[in-house]
Antibody, heavy 119, light 108 residues
Framework: EVQLVESGGGLAQPGGSLRLSCAAS????????MNWVRQAPGKGLEWVSY????????YYADSVKGRFTISRDNAKNSLYVQMNSLRAEDTAVYYC????????????WGQGTLVTVSS | SYVLTQAPSVSVAPGQTARITCGGN??????VHWYQQQPGQAPVLVVY???DRPSGIPERFSGSNSGNTATLTISRVEAGDEADYYC???????????FGGGTKLTVL
């Protein structure tokens, strides 16, 4: 069974940092591109970042570029996002999501981890 | 940047057909994916590549895409279909995934 489990969310101060992790199981992580998607309270889905299977291609949404860094460790079956210079508008549930082969949408999602940025 | 437009809400009676649209400039030239999100839950992929269904998704869910509009059709709507629905495309000009704003489906 494919499982994605996020962790690392919590309360951070404006300007602070957090590192989110996503533990993957039930499939070979190294065969799939991965994404982070977030959802602010009561709002819609917002794509955050993409990383290819071998980390050689990485993309970011304009809203997080220069502040967030996506990475992965295929040997540890894990995906990460380092979030720096956090802002109130980064408050959201953060989901990791597996990208289907040939970019056929995001076929599996974790349950999400809540990040709250507040003083 | 590429924009996908969805109506905020759609209402339908049980047993009827719901149609949720997703508008975008020449969206017919892109592959559209659809997600269902129940309250408090993670999104679930219900249609990919315009009209294909992942395993486990009922045949009642179907999709189409042409011109400037993609459509998710839910036949024989059930109370359990009440959820938010999002469309998504890959914008190759910016190398970004783009989501529509979402449509809340209410089953009357």
């Amino acid at each position: 069974e494919v499982q994605l489990v996020e962790s690392g969310g919590g309360l951070a101060q404006p300007g602070g940092s957090l590192r989110l992790s996503c533990a993957a199981s039930g499939f070979t992580l190294s065969s799939y591109s991965m994404n982070w998607v977030r959802q602010a309270p009561g709002k819609g889905l917002e794509w955050v970042s993409y990383i290819s299977t071998s980390s050689d291609t990485i993309y970011y949404a304009d809203s997080v570029k220069g502040r967030f860094t996506i990475s992965r460790d295929n040997a540890k079956n894990s995906l990460y996002v380092q979030m720096n210079s956090l802002r109130a508008e980064d408050t959201a549930v953060y989901y990791c999501a597996r990208e289907g082969i040939a970019a056929t949408g995001l076929d599996y999602w974790g349950q999400g981890t809540l990040v709250t940025v507040s003083s | 940047s590429y924009v996908l437009t969805q109506a905020p809400s759609v209402s339908v009676a049980p047993g009827q057909t719901a149609r949720i649209t997703c508008g975008g400039n020449n969206v017919g030239g892109k592959s559209v994916h659809w997600y269902q999100q129940q309250p408090g839950q993670a999104p679930v992929l219900v249609v990919y590549d315009d009209s294909d269904r992942p395993s486990g998704i009922p045949e009642r869910f179907s999709g189409s895409n042409s011109g400037n509009t993609a459509t998710l059709t839910i036949s024989r709507v059930e109370a359990g279909d009440e959820a938010d629905y999002y469309c998504q495309v890959w914008d190759s000009s910016t190398d970004h995934w783009v989501f529509g704003g979402g449509t809340k489906l209410t089953v009357l």
